[in-house]
């Protein structure tokens, strides 16, 4: 209950700034119209931004902006102290992320589906491999919100706008394979960016959206491992900050 309580104070935080939330929501909405225009001036054998790619891969690179909200969220509350003062409460360090992870959820649903809504309109056939495409995203969702978490953590809210609102965007956007294939730069740079979580994000989005049930395990365990793996970390740096 008491993590229930101080999910809702964040909830209310994010209402009370709806410019960054609008702009998350916004700026992959509107990537999807100017790059789907493009590719209707495009050759038809130029098969570079058809919209059951760039759908996808739109959807992951705009979960990449809720670890700006999430990030914002907690580095805000540490350095108005307001944070320190919860401390004397019986909440845990998991109950503290859980709380701030928890109002993200239903934002990156919302972002998810709008940017679906959107490519409908350029072709994106509605059916059941869009469910499949919003149900896979949930790894992609908590991955991008332990880094905001993490950083939040970390870092205060100057350097958590730099980490998360310039460093993150561009590397997730630049490794993940949405607006070119990896294979155009080489084995050595496909091989590092699959090491990462964000192509293999992007795959399994494809996959799930084409109803490819047979490739899509293999990336949807590495970006669970990742999501994991960056949200126990959260927990632990937010853990020893408590401490301090």
Known sequence: MRTFAFMKKNLKELIRDPITMIFGI?????????????NMNIPAE?????????????????????????????????????????????????????????????????????CVITSMFFGLKLGVGVLFMIIFLFPTSLLFIGFGLLFGSLFNVKQVGGFC?????????????TWFPLDLLGN?????????????AVDVARYALA??????????LILTAYAVAVLALSVFVFGKKMKK
């Not at 909200?69 to 320190?84: H, K, V």
């Not at 609102?165 to 394979?177: E, M, Q």
């Not at 050595?188 to 293999?200: D, Q, R, S």
Request: aromatic residues 12%; hydrophobic residues 55%.
């Open 26 to 38: 916004g700026f992959p909405v509107v990537l999807i119209v100017l790059l789907s225009v493009m």
């Open 46 to 114: 130029v098969d570079m931004f058809s919209i059951s790619k760039l759908s996808p891969g739109i959807c992951v690179f705009g979960l990449s902006f809720i670890s700006l909200l999430s990030g914002l969220l907690i580095a805000t509350d540490r350095e108005s102290s307001f944070i320190t003062r919860l401390f004397i409460s019986p909440m845990r360090a998991g109950e503290f992320i859980l709380g701030y992870m928890l109002p993200m959820l239903p934002l990156s649903l919302a972002q998810t589906v709008v």
């Open 165 to 177: 609102g310039a460093l993150l965007t561009n590397i997730s956007a630049w490794l993940s394979g």
């Open 188 to 200: 050595g740079f496909k091989t590092v960016a699959y090491c990462l979580p964000f192509a293999n």
């Open 211 to 220: 109803c490819n049930f047979t490739d899509i395990w293999k990336p949807f």
